[in-house]
């Protein structure tokens, strides 16, 4: 069975800080896919990211970094210098390749960023 | 130019009501899922159907019926509507066979049962 715990409910930053919002995931599969999307206060459910599991590599862009570490089952999303607009609600999700899931995705609970002025 | 649209956006019903909500994806692709999120912002998989055909059940209830008609459409009927149905509804779509499992989502559709 896959699961992804994201432990930090809620988090909350002056702007021009940086923040880390945690992932952790469980699956018995060699091949997944691990994604963040965000949900800003207006609802909408926006992708951000997707990992494949054979690639460790970190990726940057712009403000946002996300660190995959298959060592710690961990997929940890920094955001540099933060701003307002990024105030959302963050899930982090997985899906397995193999069998009949059709990537289906398994969220976190998600973490509400809160950027204050 | 709409990737993932669905209608209607918001929904009030009153319990035992029979509705129905509609998906219509523009992107090309061949799976199309709905999930459900609850009022503590849960997101749960419900049904996904890849080229018409439904692949995943994710135990909900016999009253929810998803319908495909096409590769673009997947509508969510729900019969005798209850109180814990109240959720927002998200459809969503991926190209199972491009190598990327990304899924886009609609929307959403705020669901209220009184």
């Known amino acids: 069975a896959q699961k992804v715990t994201q432990a930090q409910t809620e988090i909350s930053v002056v702007e021009k800080e940086d923040v880390t919002l945690d992932c952790v995931y469980e699956t018995r599969d060699t091949t997944y896919y691990l994604f963040w999307y965000k949900q800003p206060p207006s609802g909408e459910l926006v992708f951000l990211i997707r990992?494949?599991?054979?690639?460790?590599q970190n990726e940057i862009s712009g403000r946002y970094s996300w660190n995959f570490q298959k060592s710690t089952s961990s997929f940890n999303f920094t955001i540099t210098a933060s701003q307002v607009v990024d105030s959302a609600v963050y899930f982090c999700?997985?899906?397995?390749?193999?069998?009949?899931?059709?990537?289906?995705?398994?969220f976190g609970k998600g973490t509400l960023l809160t950027v204050n002025p | 130019d709409t990737a993932v649209s669905q209608t209607p956006k918001y929904l009030v019903t009153q319990m035992g009501n029979d509705k129905s909500i509609k998906c219509e994806q523009n992107l090309g692709h061949d799976t199309m899922y709905w999930y459900k999120q609850d009022s503590k912002k849960f997101l749960k998989i419900m049904f996904s159907?890849?080229?018409?055909?439904?692949?995943i059940n994710e135990t909900v209830p016999n009253r929810f019926s998803p319908k495909s008609p096409d590769k673009a459409h997947l509508n969510l009927h729900i019969n005798s509507l209850e109180l814990g149905d109240s959720a927002v509804y998200f459809c969503?779509?991926?190209?199972?066979?491009?190598?990327?499992?990304?899924?886009?989502f609609g929307p959403g559709t705020r669901l209220t049962v009184l």
């Open positions: 159907y890849n080229n018409k055909e439904l692949i």
């Open positions: 990992r494949n599991s054979f690639d460790e």
């Open positions: 999700a997985l899906s397995e390749a193999s069998g009949g899931s059709n990537y289906k995705l398994t």
């Open positions: 969503a779509s991926s190209l199972r066979t491009s190598g990327r499992p990304e899924q886009f």
